[in-house]
Nanobody, 127 residues
Framework: QVQLVESGGGSVQAGGSLRLSCTKSVSGLTFSSYVMGWFRQAPGKEREFVAGISRSGSNTDYGASVKGRFTISRDNGKNTVYLQMNSLNPEDTAVYYC??????????????????WGQGTQVTVSS
């Protein structure tokens, strides 16, 4: 069973930064076989796409609300995907999840195309 473990969440004031990490267990396919994504879910809201990265790391995509502030990257040698979050605001408060997809796509914003999910890490931004 593939396991994804997120870390790096916490509380920060508006305008601050956080860096999330997500590491995949050694089970399953090699890390570079998966398209990776970050999603978030705020209380009472649906889980929304935040960022995605292709298997090689050469292609990325972002949700409209985070474009220009967040950066997704990956290190296939370390089985890890990152989400650098800058200029945080209270609307970014949510549980953040990383996800892995085996779908034959370059990138995906569709949460139904992701096969494995982490347990989530809380990000809280205060004004």
């Amino acid at each position: 069973q593939v396991q994804l473990v997120e870390s790096g969440g916490g509380s920060v004031q508006a305008g601050g930064s956080l860096r999330l990490s997500c590491t995949k267990s050694v089970s399953g396919l090699t890390f570079s076989s998966y398209v990776m994504g970050w999603f978030r879910q705020a209380p009472g809201k649906e889980r929304e796409f935040v960022a995605g990265i292709s298997r090689s790391g050469s292609n990325t995509d972002y949700g409209a609300s985070v474009k220009g502030r967040f950066t997704i990257s990956r290190d296939n040698g370390k089985n890890t995907v990152y989400l650098q979050m800058n200029s945080l605001n209270p609307e970014d408060t949510a549980v953040y999840y990383c996800a892995a997809s085996r779908a034959p796509v370059l990138l995906s914003k569709n949460r139904d195309q992701y096969d494995y999910w982490g347990q989530g890490t809380q990000v809280t931004v205060s004004s």
